[in-house]
């Protein structure tokens, strides 16, 4: 069974910082492309951020040079490091594990950010 568990979210004052984890289970962790996602009601989920199993990043760019993906394989953690967070940074925040046509996601974590 494929487990994603997310952590980490709460509320922060703009400028502030949050780190989320997201620790998965029941996946070959290393070589699965690791994601994070947000969605506010209303619109559709949008792509954060994403890593492989290499390393290798892409950020979207309402983020870039203020979000920070990180990947711990040892741990079958990955980590999505906030700073300067913005109001509009508001959103449920979610985990995906993606390799060929499969697709798992955890359960979300809410980020309020406070002007």
């Known amino acids: 069974q494929v487990l994603l568990v997310e952590s980490g979210g709460g509320l922060v004052q703009a400028g502030g910082s949050l780190r989320l984890s997201c620790a998965a289970s029941?996946?070959?962790?290393?070589?699965?492309?690791m994601s994070w996602y947000r969605q506010v009601p209303g619109k559709q989920r949008e792509l954060v951020a994403r890593?492989?199993?290499?390393?290798?990043?892409n950020y979207a760019n309402s983020v870039k040079g203020r979000f920070t993906i990180s990947r711990d394989n040892a741990k079958n953690t990955v980590y999505l490091q906030m700073n300067s967070l913005k109001p509009e940074d508001t959103a449920v925040y979610y985990c995906?594990?993606?390799?060929?046509?499969?697709?798992?996601w955890g359960q979300g974590t809410q980020v309020t950010v406070s002007s």
């Open positions: 029941g996946i070959r962790f290393s070589i699965y492309v």
């Open positions: 995906a594990a993606s390799i060929g046509s499969a697709n798992y």
């Open positions: 890593i492989t199993g290499g390393g290798n990043t």
